[in-house]
């Protein structure tokens, strides 16, 4: 039972264009949300969060926007960089008692020069 | 930059054979979570400590996964006998505290069991 969801196991965006990544999630106790970045043979890098009072969250070229109702997010990248390429986890967060991340399965993004 | 160290890199070993992993979390951080990433897949968390305590190893396989943080700092995950579904990436990271999500990840340890 994934309780959360990267339904999109790859996507290729031309360099300067955007980038956008989807998240579904399944459980309301989820109350906070991150996406992380990982290059092959590293450990995942923490990119940008977003609390669930907030609908949205910019940090330079990276946006995170929350959906409550329809349990979604995305990332959006603009624009989109050669070193952008990289698998991105979606991750979620529970402050009750089980105060674990759960993360998705992944997207492989490619950004081609 | 503090960062999470974990040794070693990469761990070549046959099947029923024990295979131990070693992790020191970022100083100061007082969470310490071990996660194994199978290909394709997104992390999944084996245990985690709160300082030298357990506070969840519920999905951590204990007829055959130990893990240890004796002092509250450092971590050691030992598999005995290694199975050949056990090939993966073993992911450690810490967080400052419990309640901070923001977890930082060492570069992984990658399994191979023959």
């Known amino acids: 039972d994934q309780q959360v969801k990267q339904n999109s196991p790859s996507l290729s965006v031309q360099e300067g264009r955007i980038s956008i990544l989807n998240c579904d999630y399944t459980?309301?106790?989820?109350?906070?949300f991150l996406w992380y970045k990982k290059y092959p043979a590293e450990g995942p890098t923490f990119l940008i969060s977003?609390?669930?009072?907030?609908d949205k969250n910019e940090d330079g070229r990276f946006t995170v926007f929350l959906n409550k109702s329809a349990k979604h997010l995305s990332l959006h990248i603009v624009p989109s960089q050669p070193g952008d390429s990289a698998v991105y986890f979606c991750a979620a967060w529970a402050s009750g008692s089980a105060r674990q991340l759960t993360f998705g399965s992944g997207t492989q993004l490619t950004v081609l020069p | 930059e503090a960062e999470v160290a974990q040794s070693p890199r990469y761990k070549i070993t046959e099947k029923s054979q024990a295979v131990a992993f070693w992790c020191d979390p970022i100083?100061?951080?007082?969470?310490l979570y071990w996660y194994r990433q199978i290909l394709g897949q997104g992390p999944e968390l084996l245990v985690q400590f709160q300082d030298e305590s357990v506070v969840d190893d519920s999905q951590l396989p204990k007829d055959r996964f130990s893990a240890e943080r004796l002092k509250g700092v450092d971590s050691t995950l030992k598999i005995q006998p290694a199975e050949l579904g056990d090939s993966a990436m073993y992911l450690c990271?810490?967080?400052?505290?419990?309640?901070?999500?923001?977890?930082?990840f060492g570069q992984g340890t990658r399994l191979t069991v023959v």
């Open positions: 977003i609390s669930s009072i907030k």
């Open positions: 459980n309301s106790m989820f109350d906070y």
């Open positions: 990271a810490s967080s400052l505290a419990p309640g901070m999500a923001e977890a930082f």
């Open positions: 100083s100061g951080h007082a969470t």
